[in-house]
């Protein structure tokens, strides 16, 4: 290579926490003025783009090798996309909603037609919005209940701060009301002359809840709600009857709703239930009930916390008036909810499958949707309607793509709408999946899910891509991804670890992954790994480790942990420099999460117990795997400076002549560049990367 490997300034930082002194040497490339940069990416310091640029350089060419690689990744990345794609329509009322893609575009477009067929509407073309932009992704929208108003917002930056304007469906023009800097989408009244949103403060935390009359200027909106507390979150929605605006808020293991009549828009809110550690819940409604979702009564002490459904009186809704009729049931937890007039639906997992229930509010009798897969995905799709008697949902496994039913509760007809194309071909039967469960080091068994082609051999040989999260509750669904046929494809065997921190074994399964607990998710990983080695799915050091955000934070610790598994290493926007950032209450993500990580300002035994694990506080002199780093510029959840100190500091300790690389994308945020051509060269890159040094570079 011509150009060497960049080498970041040292700048001593010390602090003192809890007696504990610590230097940080790397801090400056953290932006005094990062608020600033996250509204105006100009305006970050010349040193810190100096020196983000210089890698970007040196990854550059370090990749150039892989240029033809990574356009033939792409062509056929594309190629399995139907280019003129388009949802299901969804009805509601005398229209049908649905979005959909025209050949070559970007992005997409949100249209209707009438109900029963007819001349098709664009209300929004996010290409025409796109226009003139170097970063453009197209958020929620909503349309008023009298369908002549449609809500919709933007983000031109990548930071998530969202423009949120209301189109006029009639003339298809936009109207004078706008708001800026909110949390994305708007939430309508009853008759359409008020819009509810959520707007972020400086510090990008969504803390005030607003309502707009229409046809009024923004700066005289109404706070309806001001959430004072730092460390919760606020959202706004509504119950699937549309008889109530529900303000949701919340943080990792507390959450409060209060709830508006849609029909009295100018009403107080009323709270539900006052806030109470670690109990959360979540509100539907029908014909007069709250149907509530919540931990409540396992929180404390009992033997699970895998969630029940409770019923309370619209006028009283407190705890003290909470009846179960969804009693919760050890290893059953139930993800989500919706009530229709007739009959609630909900979304559970059993021994790591999900399925969909119908509970029928008349006779109290149930009814299941599940699947014979041994790993699959299943996802519930609300439409507009209450009054229905058909639900919707989504299934996939990872040898079959995506397809969309329409499931009739009264008759139990399930119709087949959407099947997922795939224009290049795909013949499920050429692929294998399974699960296996890994044995973790105290006993607990790890779900791994497993695909390959069937020609591969299972002899120790294969390289693998394993992937990992482990935080937040999320579960990793075992679905269908048309970007990893290009690994299976070449020989990889692709495994997804279904560890600790998420809930994919009930919510103990995430209460084992966090907090004091953390370890128990990078252990996890760690096993899943000698366990596909021992079974011969792979060998040692030919595994590529792959995870984002959270899951990034995994990489950098199974780095430090056991390097000597992995061939590569891959973090995608990683969250690497977790005390630090638990120590900055400035941050946007900070005081909500300390209820995740704990809080190292307030604790001096969270403080020591994530200064154990952190991957930037724990890199040491000794041999790393490959090493890949991808970051955002304007990321508010992951900021950029973490992956650039991450490979800093790697780069002054590690020994070994393995390639370290960091990008930063300049012009986007957490989730990368929008457009979904542009989200494919990403890919297309990170795959780049693994196939290189697997020597799978064809």
Same mark, same amino acid.
Request: with cysteine.
């Given at each position: 290579?011509?150009?060497?490997?960049?080498?970041?300034?040292?700048?001593?930082?010390?602090?003192?926490?809890?007696?504990?002194?610590?230097?940080?040497?790397?801090?400056?490339?953290?932006?005094?003025?990062?608020?600033?940069?996250?509204?105006?990416?100009?305006?970050?310091?010349?040193?810190?783009?100096?020196?983000?640029?210089?890698?970007?350089?040196?990854?550059?060419?370090?990749?150039? &090798?892989?240029?033809?690689?990574?356009? +033939? =990744? $792409?062509?056929?990345?594309? @190629?399995?996309?139907?280019? !003129? *794609?388009?949802? %299901?329509?969804?009805?509601?009322?005398?229209?049908?909603?649905?979005?959909?893609?025209?050949?070559?575009?970007?992005?997409?477009?949100?249209?209707?037609?009438?109900?029963?067929?007819?001349?098709?509407?664009?209300?929004?073309?996010?290409?025409?919005?796109?226009?003139?932009?170097?970063?453009?992704?197209?958020?929620?929208?909503?349309?008023?209940?009298?369908?002549?108003?449609?809500?919709?917002?933007?983000?031109?930056?990548?930071?998530?701060?969202?423009?949120?304007?209301?189109?006029?469906?009639?003339?298809?023009?936009?109207?004078?009301?706008?708001?800026?800097?909110?949390?994305?989408?708007?939430?309508?009244?009853?008759?359409?002359?008020?819009?509810?949103?959520?707007?972020? &403060?400086?510090?990008?935390?969504?803390? +005030? =809840? $607003?309502?707009?009359?229409? @046809?009024?200027?923004?700066? !005289? *909106?109404?706070? %309806?709600?001001?959430?004072?507390?730092?460390?919760?979150?606020?959202?706004?929605?509504?119950?699937?009857?549309?008889?109530?605006?529900?303000?949701?808020?919340?943080?990792?293991?507390?959450?409060?709703?209060?709830?508006?009549?849609?029909?009295?828009?100018?009403?107080?809110?009323?709270?539900?239930?006052?806030?109470?550690?670690?109990?959360?819940?979540?509100?539907?409604?029908?014909?007069?009930?709250?149907?509530?979702?919540?931990?409540?009564?396992?929180?404390?002490?009992?033997?699970?916390?895998?969630?029940?459904?409770?019923?309370?009186?619209?006028?009283?809704?407190?705890?003290?008036?909470?009846?179960?009729?969804?009693?919760?049931?050890?290893?059953?937890?139930?993800?989500?909810?919706?009530?229709?007039?007739?009959?609630?639906?909900?979304?559970?997992?059993?021994?790591?499958?999900?399925?969909?229930?119908?509970?029928?509010?008349?006779?109290?009798?149930?009814?299941?949707?599940?699947?014979?897969?041994?790993?699959?995905?299943?996802?519930?799709?609300?439409?507009?309607?209450?009054?229905?008697?058909?639900?919707?949902?989504?299934?996939?496994?990872?040898?079959?793509?995506?397809?969309?039913?329409?499931?009739?509760?009264?008759?139990?007809?399930?119709?087949?709408?959407?099947?997922?194309?795939?224009?290049?071909?795909?013949?499920?039967?050429?692929?294998?999946?399974?699960?296996?469960?890994?044995?973790?080091?105290?006993?607990?068994?790890?779900?791994?899910?497993?695909?390959?082609?069937?020609?591969?051999?299972?002899?120790?040989?294969?390289?693998?891509?394993?992937?990992?999260?482990?935080?937040?509750?999320?579960?990793?669904?075992?679905?269908?991804?048309?970007?990893?046929?290009?690994?299976?494809?070449?020989?990889?065997?692709?495994?997804?670890?279904?560890?600790?921190?998420?809930?994919?074994?009930?919510?103990?399964?995430?209460?084992?992954?966090?907090?004091?607990?953390?370890?128990?998710?990078?252990?996890?990983?760690?096993?899943?790994?000698?366990?596909?080695?021992?079974?011969?799915?792979?060998?040692?050091?030919?595994?590529?480790?792959?995870?984002?955000?959270?899951?990034?934070?995994?990489?950098?610790?199974?780095?430090?942990?056991?390097?000597?598994?992995?061939?590569?290493?891959?973090?995608?926007?990683?969250?690497?420099?977790?005390?630090?950032?638990?120590?900055?209450?400035?941050?946007?993500?900070?005081?909500?999460?300390?209820?995740?990580?704990?809080?190292?300002?307030?604790?001096?035994?969270?403080?020591?117990?994530?200064?154990?694990?952190?991957?930037?506080?724990?890199?040491?002199?000794?041999?790393?795997?490959?090493?890949?780093?991808?970051?955002?510029?304007?990321?508010?959840?992951?900021?950029?400076?973490?992956p650039a100190k991450w490979v800093a500091t790697l780069r002054e300790k590690k020994i070994d002549n393995n390639l370290l690389l960091l990008k930063t994308i300049m012009d986007a945020g957490h989730a990368g560049m929008p457009g979904r051509f542009e989200q494919l060269k990403e890919t297309a890159f990170v795959f780049a990367f693994g196939l290189k040094v697997a020597g799978k570079d064809v």
């Amino acid at each position: 290579m011509s150009i060497k490997a960049p080498i970041a300034a040292k700048k001593s930082a010390i602090s003192n926490h809890h007696g504990i002194e610590r230097d940080d040497p790397y801090s400056w490339l953290r932006a005094d003025n990062w608020q600033e940069v996250m509204r105006e990416p100009d305006k970050l310091p010349q040193d810190i783009r100096d020196y983000l640029e210089a890698e970007n350089a040196y990854t550059t060419e370090a990749m150039g &090798d892989t240029a033809k690689l990574q356009d +033939k =990744l $792409f062509e056929e990345m594309k @190629g399995r996309i139907k280019e !003129d *794609d388009s949802s %299901v329509p969804t009805p509601d009322g005398p229209y049908a909603y649905a979005s959909k893609y025209v050949t070559g575009a970007q992005h997409p477009m949100l249209v209707r037609t009438p109900r029963d067929g007819g001349n098709e509407a664009i209300l929004i073309d996010g290409n025409k919005e796109a226009e003139g932009k170097v970063f453009f992704r197209l958020a929620g929208a909503s349309h008023s209940h009298d369908h002549k108003f449609l809500a919709w917002a933007y983000d031109d930056k990548g930071s998530e701060f969202f423009t949120l304007g209301v189109r006029d469906l009639e003339t298809g023009k936009d109207l004078a009301d706008t708001m800026t800097e909110t949390g994305g989408g708007g939430v309508w009244s009853a008759d359409g002359k008020y819009l509810f949103y959520v707007r972020v &403060d400086e510090n990008h935390r969504p803390s +005030k =809840l $607003f309502r707009h009359e229409m @046809g009024t200027d923004s700066k !005289d *909106d109404v706070l %309806v709600y001001e959430e004072m507390d730092a460390g919760f979150f606020m959202g706004v929605g509504t119950t699937q009857s549309d008889k109530f605006i529900v303000i949701d808020i919340h943080d990792h293991e507390t959450s409060e709703c209060w709830l508006i009549p849609s029909d009295k828009p100018t009403a107080k809110p009323v709270i539900v239930a006052p806030r109470e550690t670690s109990v959360e819940y979540s509100v539907e409604e029908a014909n007069g009930q709250l149907f509530i979702l919540t931990n409540a009564d396992n929180a404390k002490g009992s033997k699970t916390e895998d969630f029940k459904i409770v019923t309370a009186p619209v006028e009283n809704p407190g705890r003290e008036n909470w009846r179960d009729v969804i009693p919760h049931h050890a290893g059953n937890l139930i993800i989500a909810h919706t009530c229709y007039r007739k009959f609630m639906v909900r979304l559970e997992r059993v021994e790591g499958l999900p399925r969909i229930v119908i509970y029928d509010y008349g006779d109290k009798s149930e009814s299941e949707i599940s699947f014979d897969e041994e790993a699959y995905s299943l996802g519930l799709m609300d439409g507009y309607e209450f009054d229905t008697d058909s639900i919707r949902f989504s299934y996939s496994s990872m040898t079959t793509p995506s397809q969309v039913y329409d499931y009739n509760v009264k008759t139990s007809e399930r119709v087949l709408r959407k099947e997922q194309e795939i224009p290049s071909g795909h013949d499920a039967s050429d692929y294998i999946t399974r699960r296996i469960m890994a044995p973790a080091d105290d006993g607990e068994l790890v779900p791994v899910s497993l695909m390959y082609h069937k020609d591969t051999p299972i002899d120790g040989t294969a390289p693998l891509w394993l992937y990992g999260y482990g935080s937040y509750g999320i579960a990793m669904p075992s679905g269908f991804s048309t970007g990893r046929l290009s690994l299976v494809d070449r020989g990889f065997v692709y495994a997804i670890a279904h560890i600790r921190g998420g809930k994919e074994k009930g919510f103990a399964w995430y209460a084992k992954g966090r907090r004091e607990f953390k370890k128990n998710t990078f252990e996890d990983f760690v096993a899943a790994a000698e366990f596909l080695i021992k079974e011969n799915y792979t060998a040692k050091g030919n595994i590529i480790a792959n995870g984002g955000s959270a899951g990034g934070m995994l990489m950098g610790a199974v780095a430090n942990m056991a390097p000597e598994l992995f061939n590569a290493i891959i973090g995608e926007v990683p969250f690497v420099d977790v005390l630090t950032t638990m120590l900055d209450d400035t941050l946007p993500l900070t005081p909500p999460e300390w209820p995740e990580w704990g809080n190292p300002i307030a604790s001096e035994a969270d403080y020591k117990y994530i200064a154990s694990y952190s991957p930037i506080d724990n890199v040491t002199t000794k041999n790393y795997p490959h090493i890949l780093a991808v970051g955002g510029l304007t990321d508010p959840r992951v900021t950029y400076w973490e992956p650039a100190k991450w490979v800093a500091t790697l780069r002054e300790k590690k020994i070994d002549n393995n390639l370290l690389l960091l990008k930063t994308i300049m012009d986007a945020g957490h989730a990368g560049m929008p457009g979904r051509f542009e989200q494919l060269k990403e890919t297309a890159f990170v795959f780049a990367f693994g196939l290189k040094v697997a020597g799978k570079d064809v």
